[in-house]
């Protein structure tokens, strides 16, 4: 299991899950922070050859939802 068949329903599910904890954002937002909320794959050695071609980058659904629950407190 890996690319995209496997990267795609984890993605979509995990923002599914987080859309559903923070209902209250308006959809433009909520594409932001998921747009910043991504960790490098690029930092590592592993895939220079790769540069440009992978995306751009991991998911992290935790930064996610602590960033859209600081934003929406406020």
Do not use: V
């Not at 209250?24 to 747009?35: H, I």
């Not at 790769?50 to 934003?71: V, W």
């Amino acid at each position: 299991w890996s690319g995209t068949s496997m990267s795609a329903p984890l993605a979509a599910g995990s923002l599914a899950l987080a859309a559903g904890q923070l209902a209250t954002l308006p959809p433009d937002l909520a594409r932001k922070l998921r747009d910043n909320a991504d960790n490098s794959i690029y930092s590592s050695n592993l895939n220079t050859d790769y540069a440009g071609m992978l995306g751009k980058g991991r998911l992290n659904i935790s930064k996610f939802l602590t960033a859209a629950k600081a934003t929406a407190s406020q």
